[in-house]
């Protein structure tokens, strides 16, 4: 069984959209998927899969762990797919006890005999609760969109995932971990902690630590996919968190696609229908199957993620970049030939971005200032 969680260090840049229809997606190729809702207190996913409000979530299991965790697996009208709901009355991932984690991981590890792919929708932010999940593959998927706050906030992410992967490679009593803990305790947060120099002087001082870090993240291989682009240009965005993740982080991240802002989806919301199922032959829904085909055709955790591969990888979401904006731009240009997108739905739709784009200006000064305050 093939575990992928999906995360973004900030809410709001489509996470469970991704989750959802890359769900459809996978399941349509003839897959036996889960996927599970573990954004525990905002749980929403049921209105993008378009599934009735559910009477029962992971939350009524968090809330007696030995019940039986079957009950709360629905079925779904998809062929394959089946769905955990989570539990909109449950406080945040933040509130979740040791125990019921634990619990959770192992029932979710049960459905390995009947289940090909499961697939973790994930809350947003670093909570240690999130990031364990997260670790519970090598290939999780990190979303993000090309606003300044949310590249930041994805590098972070990956940032926390990675000290949480030290911490639980460096037991308590060995060097590492108390230098770990007086690193910790000499900065004034983990934003300031270089790790590469750190993993140096970690193994000049305890050299079997060191290496079973080295072999553990070995196998962390977490792919990145950059949503609501509105321009090619903003594919390039993902190249940031590149190269910080492979000079601050040493680690290496792969890009698995991009995917357009597109109206579409909040018309198949309002349907109560994944956009795959309601538009399959939108931008946003080929960029879905582009995504699902990838993991498919993907090898297993167990490889050697090479820089030729990673280089592909950024190379061919630049190029789909391309040639999704020059299949909106004749799809814009169709609608406007036909009329049903008329002269004034065209003004609307530059006038909203106009505001995006002036919001996000705003948000980027703000960064500046602060930044500069810093370094003041």
Avoid: W
């Avoid at 995360?7 to 989750?19: M, P, Q």
């Avoid at 090479?306 to 814009?332: C, G, H, P, R, W």
């Avoid at 000064?365 to 003041?376: A, V």
Wanted: charged share 25%; aromatic share 6%.
């Amino acid at each position: 069984m093939r575990i992928i969680p999906i995360a973004s260090g900030k809410g709001g840049v489509g996470k469970s959209l991704v989750a959802a229809n890359l769900a459809v997606a996978l399941a349509q190729t003839g897959q036996r998927v889960v996927l599970a809702d573990l954004d525990l207190g905002a749980s929403n996913l049921h209105l993008v899969l378009g599934f009735r409000s559910p009477a029962k979530g992971i939350g009524t299991f968090l809330h007696n762990t030995k019940s039986d965790f079957t009950q709360i697996i629905a079925k779904t009208d998809v062929r394959g797919l089946r769905f955990i709901p989570g539990d909109q009355e449950m406080p945040g991932m933040a509130n979740l006890k040791s125990f019921q984690r634990n619990a959770l991981v192992r029932r979710l590890l049960t459905l390995e005999s009947d289940t090909d792919i499961l697939i973790l929708d994930l809350g947003a932010g670093t909570h240690q609760s999130i990031l364990d999940f997260f670790l519970l593959s090598g290939q999780g998927i990190v979303v993000s969109s090309p606003a300044v706050t949310a590249t930041l906030n994805a590098y972070v992410f990956l940032k926390n995932t990675v000290f949480r992967l030290m911490y639980t490679v460096f037991t308590k009593g060995t060097e590492a971990h108390n230098y770990l803990e007086q690193a910790r305790k000499d900065s004034s947060g983990n934003q300031h902690l270089y790790i590469p120099q750190m993993l140096k002087e970690i193994a000049a001082v305890d050299p079997e630590s060191h290496k079973k870090f080295v072999d553990a993240v070995s196998h962390f291989h977490p792919r990145l996919i950059m949503n609501m682009i509105e321009d090619p240009k903003d594919a390039d965005v993902s190249m940031k968190i590149r190269r910080s993740c492979e000079e601050y982080l040493d680690i290496k991240v792969e890009h698995l696609g991009i995917m357009y802002r597109d109206g579409i989806q909040d018309t198949a919301l309002s349907s109560r229908l994944p956009v795959v199922l309601y538009k399959p032959q939108s931008i946003i829904s080929q960029a879905i199957y582009r995504i699902a085909d990838k993991i498919v055709e993907s090898q297993e955790e167990n490889f050697t993620l090479t820089s030729e591969a990673i280089d592909e990888s950024f190379q061919e979401a630049s190029l789909e970049a391309e040639i999704d904006f020059e299949n909106k731009m004749e799809y814009v240009e169709e609608l406007l030939h036909t009329g049903a997108l008329t002269q004034g739905d065209l003004l609307e739709t530059v006038k909203s971005q106009q505001l995006e784009i002036s919001k996000l200006k705003k948000e980027n000064n703000f960064l500046k200032h602060k930044l500069t305050q810093k370094l003041n």
